[in-house]
């Protein structure tokens, strides 16, 4: 099972870029797994729905407003992930939206199966390189759940 962890972010926008800071501190670990791909989205584009088409399972790791207090995070799993991307639509930096996304594979037959959204409440999205002192906070635990949502996924495959 192949599966792609997807960074999002601007990490020119302090919090914004949490995800990327999640996929970086991830690196060490996961970099050179063969069955896991890690990328950085950066602010989204179409040219994502081709590796979010190629993965069996897919974990997105972004910044969301999930109404939490800074640094709180939700790991979002297949309809409930979907759920949340369908009824958030929000303003945002991205190019395109994961929404976007979504639709474009749904519309190709490739959404894949086991998919999750790690959703970090930001705090602070302003110029600035490093996310606020409450968003860093939550990076190792979202780091640990994402090893163990592949754990798990790869344990039932």
Excluded: Y
């Amino acid at each position: 099972m192949k599966t792609l962890v997807l960074g999002i972010g601007n990490t020119l926008l302090t919090d914004e870029g949490i995800g990327i800071h999640v996929l970086r501190a991830l690196e060490p670990e996961l970099a050179n797994r063969p069955d896991v791909t890690l990328l950085d989205g950066g602010t989204l584009s179409f040219t994502l729905a081709g590796p979010i088409e190629e993965a069996d399972a897919l974990i997105v790791v972004d910044a969301a407003n999930i109404k939490s207090r800074p640094g709180g995070w939700a790991l979002l799993e297949g309809t409930e992930m979907d759920a949340f991307l369908v009824g958030n639509r929000k303003a945002s930096v991205h190019e395109v939206g994961l929404t976007d996304l979504r639709a474009i594979a749904i519309l190709a037959g490739h959404w894949p199966e086991r998919r999750a959204m790690l959703a970090i409440q930001p705090q602070t999205i302003d110029w600035g390189e490093t996310p606020t002192p409450a968003v860093a906070a939550a990076i190792p635990p979202a780091c640990a759940a994402i090893r163990d949502l592949i754990r798990e996924w790869h344990d039932v495959a």
